[in-house]
């Protein structure tokens, strides 16, 4: 056996918020070719994971971390200046970019700059967290440039193709895989007692009425099923960041009702609610793949209307669609199979393989003699002037990807009191965002 391959795999992912963290470093995983050298081998091999926590609004908390139930060699917060010196100065086989598009495209020009002078440097892999439902060629332009553009399904695949080959940009790069959290045992029968799930989002919908509207049918629901458990599930904890701005959290609405004995709210890892779910209930929530992957009976609302605001239209074709009156009345959906092997849920039992166009690409990669050439991003001072420049300075970065004058930490360690102000400014933001923004845009509504 070759050294390198008793060597544990180095893989860093830098991540912007809990969910981004949560797929980043299980897609780490998952990825990880068992022996440099080998595209047929499966995954197995160690891997030594570093975690990057991008300073921003959606920071995740020690709470949030551990919920996601990942763990890394190291984790620590860093601002994408430090992000980059960190890797001009560490050596990994593997990076994760695990951001919203912008994030993503500041990052791959940063890291060409960094790198321009190394001989060798890492494998470069982003993609999406969930269902890519808006925003598609946006997004995916501004993640053009990595080495991997991860597709969760056949149909993602075929989609991200078709749009780089629209701008004639190499689709190259495109690899489907599948969802990184899927798993867990099948649905063997109902509980007791009868479990239903609704998996709340931050920001769908977004309306004070609209929510209270969702939290009203389930409460009915309970009272209507009073031998039936009836969970809602949240993401987070009033405070808490998540991916989405979340202004007008369940907890808070719930507190105004008179809540029936078989209601409850809970938290926690969405794989272990699922254990005990006999129907999962959302409006277009990522955890309805992971319960059809579970052949979970899987119920996609249409009460608010199908809309591309939603993210419910993306489940057209499905058989997953219906409404609270329908569910009230005893309705159990029946998902179509040829939609749901199109969007990489692999209820099959397919899934153990999922990942190996990833990682034969990835094994290559990483055997290609003299190394990898420099990171080429589709958008460019020439094709995107416009457009680049401001996206790169929202990380304090220029044209070129080198850090502005004064940009935070951009030569050296920040002191003990530049620490102290830097987390009191950081709280000072959070507290804005979350707290006195959403109640300047309500009194602007009114």
């Known amino acids: 056996m070759p050294a390198s391959a008793t060597k544990p795999l180095k893989v860093a992912v830098l991540a ?67 992000f980059l010196r960190a890797m001009r100065e560490e050596s990994y086989d593997v990076l994760v970019l695990a951001l919203v598009g912008g994030g993503v495209q500041a990052m791959l020009h940063g890291l060409k700059r960094v790198w321009e002078d190394r001989p060798r440097r890492p494998v470069v892999v982003t993609g999406y967290v969930g269902v890519v439902y808006e925003k598609l060629a946006d997004g995916l332009l501004l993640r053009h440039g990595a080495d991997l553009v991860l597709a969760n399904s056949r149909q993602d695949a075929d989609r991200f193709r078709a749009v780089y080959e629209g701008v004639g940009a190499d689709a190259s790069s495109v690899t489907e895989v599948a969802l990184p959290f899927l798993g867990g045992a099948s649905y063997e029968g109902e509980h007791d007692p009868y479990t239903v799930v609704f998996a709340a989002q931050p920001s769908v919908p977004e309306s004070r009425k609209d929510r209270t509207y969702l939290l009203n049918r389930l409460v009915e629901h309970a009272r209507r099923h009073p031998e039936r458990e009836v969970l809602l599930k949240l993401r987070s904890k009033p405070g808490e960041h998540t ?43 990522t955890a309805a793949l992971e319960s059809l ?63 190996d166009a990833a990682r034969a690409r990835i094994a290559k990669l990483l055997d290609r003699p003299g190394g990898l050439p420099p990171l080429t991003p589709y958008y460019t001072p020439v094709t995107a002037p416009g457009y680049l420049p401001g996206i790169l300075a929202r990380h304090h970065l220029g044209p070129d990807g080198t850090p502005l004058p004064g940009a935070p930490a951009a030569d050296k360690e920040p002191g003990p009191v530049r620490q102290i102000v830097r987390r009191a400014a950081r709280g000072a933001y959070r507290h804005g965002v979350q707290r006195v923004a959403p109640v300047i845009r309500r009194m602007g509504e009114l």
């Not at 809970?266 to 999962?280: A, N, P, Q, S």
């Not at 809309?307 to 609270?324: D, I, K, M, P, V």
């Open 243 to 285: 991916t989405h701005i979340e202004e007008l959290p369940y907890q808070k609405l719930s507190q105004r009702l008179d809540l029936p004995a078989n209601f409850s709210l809970v938290y926690g890892h969405m794989g272990e609610v699922l254990d005990r779910t006999d129907l999962l209930v959302t409006v277009s929530s």
């Open 293 to 355: 992957h579970r052949r979970i009976p899987t119920v996609v609302l249409t009460d608010l209307g199908i809309r591309e605001s939603l993210g419910n239209h993306h489940f057209l074709g499905s058989g997953c669609l219906a409404s609270w009156d329908q569910l009230d009345d005893g309705h159990r959906p029946v998902p179509d199979a040829e939609w749901v092997a199109r969007q990489g849920v692999a209820s099959d039992g397919s899934y153990g393989t999922a990942f």
């Open 16 to 82: 912007d918020s809990d969910t981004r963290w949560k797929w980043g470093a299980l897609t780490a995983n998952r990825i990880a070719p068992s022996e440099p050298g080998d595209p047929g081998a499966a995954a197995g091999r160690d891997i030594r994971l570093d975690g990057y926590l991008l300073r921003g609004r959606a920071t995740p908390t020690a709470r949030q971390l551990g919920e996601v139930g990942v763990r890394a060699d190291s984790l620590r917060e860093v601002t994408a200046v430090e």
